[in-house]
Nanobody
């Protein structure tokens, strides 16, 4: 049982940067794979990045490689997503998620935050 709360969303100009944070409850945060997903208007939920409990295994969607960085601080029960060179197409609701097993699929994540809106202006 995990509660997740995202923060850091907002409005940014194309080419700009935002940093999202996700605060998780519980004592066993380091046991969970953490992920970021996004859902653009009218679209399904899309994988962005995942990070293993240790932080040593990271996966990114091809569309964000080189621009986004996922990280975690287990001592603070926090996972972050630094987003650089944002594009208009990156406008979406971004969700933090937790899984007790390794997966890249949205359906494999058991716990989800409420989402935070990212709006990139042209």
């Amino acid at each position: 049982q995990v509660q997740l709360v995202e923060s850091g969303g907002g409005l940014v100009q194309a080419g700009g940067s935002l940093r999202l944070s996700c605060a998780a409850s519980g004592r066993t945060f380091s046991n969970y794979v953490m992920g970021w997903f996004r859902q653009a208007p009218g679209k399904g939920r899309e994988f962005v990045a995942t990070i293993s409990g240790s932080g040593r295994t990271i996966n990114y969607a091809d569309s964000v490689k080189g621009r986004f960085t996922i990280s975690r601080v287990n001592a603070k029960n926090t996972v972050n997503l630094a987003m650089n060179s944002l594009k208009r197409e990156n406008t979406a609701v971004c969700y933090c998620a937790a899984s007790s097993g390794y997966t890249l699929r949205a359906g494999g994540f058991e716990y989800w935050g409420q989402g935070t809106q990212i709006t990139v202006s042209s």
